[in-house]
């Protein structure tokens, strides 16, 4: 599943696995630090995010199974899988950021605390404007498969000022 292909492409064979019911969605909200906030630069933070209808601390080698079995749920129907935390630089905060260029990323394989995950930003960041999100995975890492388009966002993003 990891074999590059032409110019670095890879193509995997996994099927997309167990889709959890509408009322078994994952969502999550960022509650620190807060939408907008100002923080100084270099200054060691925490992230505090809340993630509601997913089994959390699911976690397999990325390195040896990345995409290598499809979604599984509990029997509860909840997603097994965890979170990733990146935080990117906005520049001028007009044009999307380079997908590959980040300031900081996390894959966070805690494992449940009522939805409730911390992650710390050992050494702050550079100045700036920068986006934060989490990115919610499956057990072997795959975007989430979710059961119709239109719902909100598994994920949350908040922008924050850094000087």
């Not at 509601?52 to 990325?62: E, Y």
């Not at 079995?69 to 380079?98: A, M």
């Not at 260029?101 to 494992?111: A, K, P, Y």
């Not at 050494?123 to 919610?136: A, H, V, Y």
């Amino acid at each position: 599943n990891k074999t590059p292909g032409p110019g670095g492409r890879t193509c995997s064979t996994t099927q997309l696995g167990e889709i959890p019911d509408i009322t078994s969605m994952p969502s999550t909200l960022i509650l620190e630090p807060k939408n907008g906030q100002v923080m100084g630069a270099g200054k060691p933070f925490d992230i505090k995010f809340l993630v509601t209808n997913m089994d959390l601390g699911n976690f397999d080698d990325p390195n040896t199974e990345y995409n290598s079995f499809g979604q599984q749920l509990t029997r509860e129907g909840l997603i097994k899988g965890h979170s990733h935390v990146t935080i990117q630089d906005l520049g001028d905060g007009k044009r999307p950021p380079n997908a590959e260029s980040v300031d900081f990323f996390l894959g966070v394989n805690q494992e449940d605390n009522n939805g409730l995950l911390t992650v710390n930003v050992p050494n702050g960041l550079k100045p700036g404007l920068k986006r934060l999100c989490t990115m919610s995975g499956s057990f072997s890492h795959q975007p989430l498969v979710m059961p119709v388009a239109q719902r909100g966002s598994q994920d949350d993003c908040i922008r924050l000022f850094v000087k």
